[in-house]
T-cell receptor
Framework: DTGVSQDPRHKITKRGQNVTFRCDPI?????LYWYRQTLGQGPEFLTY????????KSRLLSDRFSAERPKGSFSTLEIQRTEQGDSAMYLC??????????FGSGTRLTVV | AQSVTQLDSHVSVSEGTPVLLRCNYS??????LFWYVQHPNKGLQLLLK??????LVKGINGFEAEFKKSETSFHLTKPSAHMSDAAEYFC?????????????FGTGTKLQVIP
């Protein structure tokens, strides 16, 4: 499969716990994006990497959120001390030269 | 600043009839425009994209869209709806050159196809 892979597909966690999601982009894509999508809304931009460098962060990305892409390949998104408002679908996308984005199937987070 | 407005949050059509999903955008630069489809509990799939080439863009599954600069529109159409087209559709504008492309999603249009 040469698409964008996200793991896990679903995550249920208790409020206050930490969670980490993983995204494996298309191998030749140097750009990787994280988006958050809440019910009834379009995806909202969280952060962007070009290779291993995190070049842009949305104000939506509070101090509890951190994203890494240590070797310019896969990326992780960690949420610390989860809150119920963090419940959403977290989408990862990758692209080459910014023309068209390939999205993964997302990780659905439910904070109870 | 760029923005995207999807004029209808829900569209309902009968199977076999035409589909029209409307999108208007604003952009300070020459934008790239995309339509994505999202089936329930799935990721987003690219339907088609406009990147300053032909103004009529053909995509997958029989969809097409026409870029109209004078109307700042990029409406998505399909001549004949199929049951499998029932999904949510997002219009996306992207601007920037070379480096980071700022991407803005519309709020989505849910397409219902009635048998």
């Amino acid at each position: 499969d040469t698409g964008v892979s996200q793991d896990p597909r679903h995550k249920i966690t208790k409020r206050g716990q930490n969670v980490t999601f993983r995204c494996d982009p298309i191998s030749e894509h140097n750009r990787l994006y994280w988006y958050r999508q809440t019910l009834g809304q379009g995806p909202e931009f969280l952060t962007y990497f070009q290779n291993e460098a995190q070049l842009e962060k949305s104000r939506l990305l509070s101090d509890r959120f951190s994203a890494e892409r240590p070797k310019g390949s896969f990326s992780t998104l960690e949420i610390q001390r989860t809150e119920q408002g963090d419940s959403a679908m977290y989408l990862c996308a990758s692209s080459l030269a910014g023309v068209g984005y390939t999205f993964g199937s997302g990780t659905r987070l439910t904070v109870v | 600043a760029q923005s995207v407005t999807q004029l209808d949050s829900h569209v309902s059509v009968s199977e076999g009839t035409p589909v029209l999903l409307r999108c208007n955008y604003s952009s300070s630069y020459s934008p790239s425009l995309f339509w994505y489809v999202q089936h329930p509990n799935k990721g987003l799939q690219l339907l088609l994209k406009y990147t300053s080439a032909a103004t009529l863009v053909k995509g997958i599954n029989g969809f097409e869209a026409e870029f109209k600069k004078s109307e700042t529109s990029f409406h998505l159409t399909k001549p004949s709806a199929h049951m499998s087209d029932a999904a949510e559709y997002f219009c996306v504008v992207s601007e920037g050159s070379g480096g980071y492309q700022k991407v803005t999603f519309g709020t989505g249009t849910k397409l219902q196809v009635i048998p």
